[in-house]
Nanobody, 125 residues
Framework: QVQLQESGGGSVQAGGSLRLSCAASRITYRYICMAWFRQTPGKARERLATVSFGGSGTYYEDSVRGRFSVSQDNDKNILYLQMNNLKPEDSAMYYC??????????????????WGQGTQVTVSS
């Protein structure tokens, strides 16, 4: 089971930027699917982006396309989420997730079963 630990959350004013990190351990496959989600109280978890970790190919949901970008450090097994032009409605708990059974184009079609503890992002107006 992959272990995931997010960091980098915090408070920022609208229009600002944050970069979240997700450190992954116990990865035994060369290519796996990873994703970023967020959740606010009382709402369903929202998927933001998926990536074939160790390979290429990132998919962004419409809600964040053009403002958020995903990158990866395969040597350190870290997934990043760069968030620019943040808005108050981006305030949420942000999670990274993994599914080690899939990679490539499957990443945007599957459910994710390994989760980190989350990191809180608060954007003030």
């Amino acid at each position: 089971q992959v272990q995931l630990q997010e960091s980098g959350g915090g408070s920022v004013q609208a229009g600002g930027s944050l970069r979240l990190s997700c450190a992954a351990s116990r990865i035994t496959y060369r290519y796996i699917c990873m994703a970023w989600f967020r959740q606010t109280p009382g709402k369903a978890r929202e998927r933001l982006a998926t990536v074939s970790f160790g390979g290429s190919g990132t998919y962004y949901e419409d809600s964040v396309r053009g403002r958020f970008s995903v990158s990866q450090d395969n040597d350190k097994n870290i997934l990043y989420l760069q968030m620019n032009n943040l808005k108050p409605e981006d305030s949420a708990m942000y999670y990274c997730a993994a599914n080690t059974r899939y990679s490539g184009d499957w990443c945007r079609r599957i459910d994710y079963n390994d989760w980190g503890q989350g990191t809180q992002v608060t954007v003030s107006s």
